[in-house]
Each structure stands twice: as C-alpha cells, then as structure tokens.
T-cell receptor, first 114, second 110 residues
C-alpha cells in the first residue's frame, strides 16, 4: 500500500499564478483533509471532505478551492497564488467512526510563492 | 484564545530524563484526543490516542482530564530518537474536524 500520496513535492509559483495540488489514498477511507503548516505552527485545516461528494470549509479556506474527484482523490486548487500562501501543505485521510480514528498524512508539498 | 494550546517549549533534556507535555482545549464538546509526532520536515504520525482512563505504551503515558479540559503526555527514560515535535490534536467528532496545537519541540541530548 502506498498510503497517502501527494504531488508535487515542491513548487515555486509567482504571485497570481494558479496550480492544483493532487492527493490520493489507497486505504478506502471516507474522509480526506487538506492542511497547511507555517513555520513554528501546528496544522490548520483548509478544507475537508467527510465523504465522496461532500466538501466543507475548515479554519483557513480563503484563496483555495477543493474537489473530491472520487473516493480516492482530493485536490486543492490555488486560483491566484499570493505570498501569504507560502507554506507546507499536507493531505490526510482517515476512516470514519466514533471515537475518531487516526489520520494518515501524505509527505507534504512545499510551496513557495514569490 | 486558541482552541488547543500547548506548552511552547522547546524542551532540552538529557538522555534518560522524564519529560511531560501539557495541552489544554477550550471546546467542551470535544470527543477524541491524540498525540502525534512530527519529525523535522516530515508528515505527522500518530503516537497515541488518549483515553479517559489514561493509557500507556511502553515509555509513553497519556492522560485526559475532561473536567479541566487538559491532556498530558509523559515520556520516561528519554532516548535520542525521541527528539521531535509533539502535536496535541483534539477532535469534535460531530463536525468531523481536528484542531491541532502548535506543537512542543523536544530535543534529547547525549
């Protein structure tokens, strides 16, 4: 099993450019998440998808859009990149249940916007 | 006030020391609690879940106090390999969302 995969691993954008970060999981998980992590800080939730066909905003959704393409794939799009979006982006997935199960994270995408 | 707050650290301890991390959360509806470990420039990985009765995994002990809305992690007999950032995570299961603390960095020195 590959677990959670993310592409690309690194990206440099100029202000105003757009890009899509890809995420896929092979664990048949229902829930998927996009987080950003700035230096010295914890992870902040951008968007999440509790199940295929649904998406909801997290703590910091402005400037981003998401698509839950199917159960495996959850993409994050920056329509017009800004320097404030320079960060490390992590995708995660988990099974649903109560109490909550652990989240499995991808290796991250390191994005720099100049 | 942040929803999840951790000791700011950093903690620098010698090998063999015992170290404790604390975490408080503000949402009384929170239902699930975790400690994740994050190595430098890597993704977070689950260290342990935290249960009301407290739980232990080898040198690691986690405790939850719902009345005080407080979570702790105790590491005994610290190893060099324990050097990492430890993230406190709180779930509001009804909302399906997790809130992460900013993390506490531990450096274990020879």
């Amino acid at each position: 099993n590959a677990g959670v995969t993310q592409t690309p691993k690194f990206q440099v954008l100029k202000t105003g450019q757009s890009m899509t970060l890809q995420c896929a999981q092979d664990m048949n998980h229902n829930s998927m998440y996009w987080y950003r992590q700035d230096p010295g800080m914890g992870l902040r939730l951008i968007y999440y998808s509790a199940s295929e066909g649904t998406t909801d905003k997290g703590e910091v959704p402005n400037g981003y859009n998401v698509s839950r393409l199917n159960k495996r794939e959850f993409s994050l799009r920056l329509e017009s990149a800004a320097p404030s979006q320079t960060s490390v982006y992590f995708c995660a997935s988990r099974d649903t249940g109560e109490p909550s199960y652990e989240q499995y994270f991808g290796p991250g995408t390191r994005l720099t916007v100049t | 006030r942040k929803e999840v707050e951790q000791d700011p650290g950093p903690f620098n301890v010698p090998e063999g020391a015992t170290v404790a991390f604390n975490c408080t959360y503000s949402n009384s509806a929170s239902q699930s609690f975790f400690w994740y470990r994050q190595d430098c420039r890597k993704e977070p990985k689950l260290l342990m879940s935290v249960y009301s009765s407290g739980n232990e995994d080898g040198r690691f002990t986690a405790q939850l106090n719902r009345a005080s809305q407080y979570i702790s992690l105790l590491i005994r007999d610290s190893k060099l390999s324990d050097s990492a950032t430890y993230l406190c995570v709180v779930d509001n299961t009804n909302a399906g969302k997790s809130t992460f603390g900013d993390g506490t960095t531990l450096t274990v020195k020879p």
